[in-house]
């Protein structure tokens, strides 16, 4: 029984790196394709991505469209579809998970498409008028069903949906994922107290800590660390851990004790997998290439360094 375990957590761990893998290379050529895009963000948060879609998240199967639709108008609109379709039904024991900073949207696409939710086609799409999917993706793009506003605002509103969810005795959890950059807006800690307050063990957030905003170091724009102990104080449950570890991130969840709701630290290098990206260091937020030269080393650290991989067997 133990060999059959371990080869199990072997194939999951092996499954979610190779997703993490294709994350990023799917996201470095959407930004050769486009000239620029949120390079770093897939960088960074591929791992976490990976290993929530592939072995942590219960999501049913998907209700959107491999080929998303063209966009058509706010929700109410006629034939508006919610990107969080993306995610299977709103039924009791499936997980809900919500994507707080959407320049991230990029990675989530890419994840969609490893994950046999979207197709590979639709990244094609990609920041082009009239589609859903967005560069700064909104609560039509595939795998968002929220429009979070300026940041530090998805976490309120998981926070509620968490709520109504315990008190009518839902299985399934909630899982929010944030940027370490949105603990310094005053909202998020709002909901933080709420969440302990209440003792929401439904409600889990995991937070890509990768040091890098728009301005530069996240320590230099305004520190947020120490982040394990501001959140103990306020009533939850940490674990702080390597971003990149597939299994040190699902022993979080696997640890996750009653009672409180779970922040799990994911410390992460914006650069990963992509060493090119350490000649920008830190200015890093949007990866816009300087002139053809650059993107021809890009183009080929693309094929050389990074190409697709199968899925085994």
């Known amino acids: 029984m133990a060999s059959s375990q371990t080869a199990t957590r072997t194939a999951w761990q092996i499954e979610a790196r190779r997703v993490a893998h294709n994350i990023r290379s799917r996201v470095l050529a959407l930004t050769l394709l486009q000239g620029g895009s949120y390079l770093s963000q897939a960088c960074s948060s591929a ?3 990976a290993t929530l879609y592939t072995h942590v998240l219960k999501l049913g199967p998907s209700l959107g469209p491999l080929t998303p639709p063209r966009f058509v108008g706010v929700p109410g609109s006629p034939g508006y579809t919610s990107g969080g379709l993306y995610h299977g039904p709103h039924a009791p024991e499936y997980d809900r998970f919500f994507i707080s900073p959407t320049h991230y949207s990029v990675a989530v696409y890419a994840a969609l498409v490893e994950l046999g939710r979207l197709a590979p086609e639709a990244l094609a799409e990609f920041n082009t008028d009239g589609s859903i999917v967005e560069m700064i993706g909104g609560e039509h793009s595939p795998g968002l069903e929220l429009t979070t506003g300026s940041f530090g605002q998805a976490l309120s509103q998981a926070a509620g949906i ?5 008190r009518r005795g839902d299985t399934g959890r909630v899982f929010v994922f944030v940027s370490d950059g949105e603990l310094q807006e005053g909202q998020m800690w709002e909901a933080f107290q709420q969440a302990a ?3 929401q063990d439904n409600l889990a957030v995991f937070v890509d800590a990768n040091g890098q905003q728009v301005d530069g170091r996240t320590e230099h724009v ?5 982040l394990d102990a501001k959140l103990g104080a306020f009533g939850w449950q940490t674990c702080k851990v390597d ?3 597939p299994a ?9 004790e009653p009672g409180r709701p779970l922040a ?3 410390y992460t290098k914006p650069t990963q997998g992509i060493d090119l990206l350490q000649e920008r260091w830190p200015m890093l937020h949007y990866v816009r290439f300087k002139d053809a030269a650059e993107r021809a080393r890009y183009e080929a650290y693309l094929h050389e360094q990074l190409p697709l991989l199968p899925r085994e067997g």
Do not use: K, N, S, T
């Open 47 to 49: 791992d976490i991505l």
């Open 243 to 245: 971003g990149h570890d």
């Open 197 to 199: 307050f209440y003792r």
């Open 222 to 226: 305004m520190a947020v660390e120490p």
């Open 248 to 256: 040190a991130l699902a022993a979080c969840v696997d640890a996750w």
């Open 162 to 166: 968490a709520m109504a969810r315990q």
């Open 264 to 266: 799990v630290l994911a």
